[in-house]
Nanobody, 122 residues
């Protein structure tokens, strides 16, 4: 079974930083896309950052460009989301997700999801 486990969420003040981690297991495809999504209360789940296994540019949502950075440690099967200069409207549950083949910022394109980690910025 594919498992994605997020960690690193918490409560911080505006302007501070957090680093989220997503550890994957059981996924054996070589060609995939992994992404970070978030969902604030009463809002739809939105794409934050997505990265293709074969390299190339990482997609970032407009609201996080220049503040968030996604990275990957292939040896650890882990992806990260470094979140700097956090704002109150970054408050949400953050999820990682994986799909086969090419990337999409559309949450409906993703097959496997983690349980999410809460980020609260005040």
């Amino acid at each position: 079974d594919v498992q994605l486990v997020e960690s690193g969420g918490g409560s911080v003040q505006a302007g501070e930083s957090l680093r989220l981690s997503c550890a994957a297991s059981g996924y054996t495809h070589i060609d995939y896309c992994v992404g970070w999504f978030r969902q604030a209360p009463g809002k739809d789940r939105e794409g934050v950052a997505v990265m293709y296994s074969g390299g190339g540019s990482t997609y970032y949502g407009d609201s996080v460009k220049g503040r968030f950075t996604m990275s990957r440690d292939s040896f650890k099967n882990t992806v990260y989301l470094q979140m700097d200069r956090l704002k109150p409207n970054d408050t949400a549950v953050y999820y990682c997700a994986v799909r086969d083949a090419f990337c999409s910022p559309n949450k409906d394109a993703y097959t496997y999801w983690g349980q999410g980690t809460q980020v609260t910025v005040s």
